[in-house]
């Protein structure tokens, strides 16, 4: 199994940051600089300094990390390109199974019942109808052989197919100017996309890994796979998508992660 650090994202501009960007990031600049934080390198001492407060004091701290990870996604988001395609790779460079990830062990996994699985439809949307597998087994499927990169470091070459997301949200009469794509699962994780992501060519709904259904453990009967994003985005075992513009919050971001989380 290939194991490697990332290399530098395709997705980002070569040529920089354009100064209509740096024109949206000025507020977020000018906050992270009114707390006193970009005259120096941070560090746990020099905040400790800055914010009159011990490290150990969770307010100041969470706070002054708010701020970092809200300039990092947005500036994540307005530099993604939402046309550029991720590298594809080989048949014979594919890992089967594909490798386990999720915020508990594998042998923790609790199985979906596919005969009684049903897709919920919420949102901004104007086909609410449920989905049975039968039925998204049923529609055009995409195929894409990519690198999933997971945030702890490792990654490997994966084959999924199943229906492009793009063409679903078309299908149930979503809006696609709406903010974001949410996701609930039936382990109690939830996800969400910015609209350019969902809407990228290589975002799919995932029904097969290798040209077989996908396996209990790795989201059976549906799952997102993006090309764009780090492992942790890609939920499993989904059974409700939302169409919002009001961003739902995330099993991660809840936690401090950073949400938009591009390669």
């Known amino acids: 199994m290939s194991i490697r650090s990332p290399s530098r994202s395709i997705f980002r501009p070569k040529d920089g940051i354009a100064p209509d960007v740096r024109e949206r990031l000025q507020p977020i600049v000018e906050e992270i600089d009114r707390r006193g934080l970009l005259r120096g390198s941070f560090s746990l001492g020099a905040l400790s300094l800055l914010s009159g407060c011990s490290v150990t004091d969770k307010a100041p701290v969470q706070s002054f990390m708010s701020v970092i990870s809200a300039f990092n996604d947005k500036m994540q988001e307005l530099i993604f390109r939402p046309n550029h395609l991720a ?30 699985w049903k897709l919920e439809i919420a949102g901004l949307a104007d086909n609410k109808a449920s989905w049975s597998s039968e039925q998204i087994g049923a529609l055009p499927e995409q195929e894409v052989i990519i690198r999933h990169i997971c945030v702890e470091g490792w990654d490997y070459i994966g084959q999924w197919s199943g229906v492009n997301l793009g063409h679903f949200l078309e299908r149930i009469g979503a809006d696609r100017r709406a903010k974001y794509v949410a996701f609930k699962c039936a382990d109690d994780y939830t996800e969400c996309l910015d609209m350019a992501t969902a809407l990228h060519p290589q975002t799919i709904l995932a029904t097969r890994y290798a040209k077989e259904p996908i396996a209990d453990p790795f989201g059976f009967p549906l ?20 169409v919002t513009n009001t961003f739902p919050g995330t099993f991660y971001s809840k936690q401090g992660f950073n949400w938009f989380a591009g390669i």
């Open 87 to 116: 590298p594809t790779f080989r048949e014979d460079q594919v890992v089967k199974p594909p490798r386990f990830n999720a915020y508990y062990d594998i042998e923790d996994v609790k199985p979906v019942d596919g005969k009684t």
């Open 223 to 242: 799952r997102l796979r993006t090309s764009t994003k780090l492992g942790f985005k890609n939920a499993k075992w989904i059974t409700a998508i939302e």
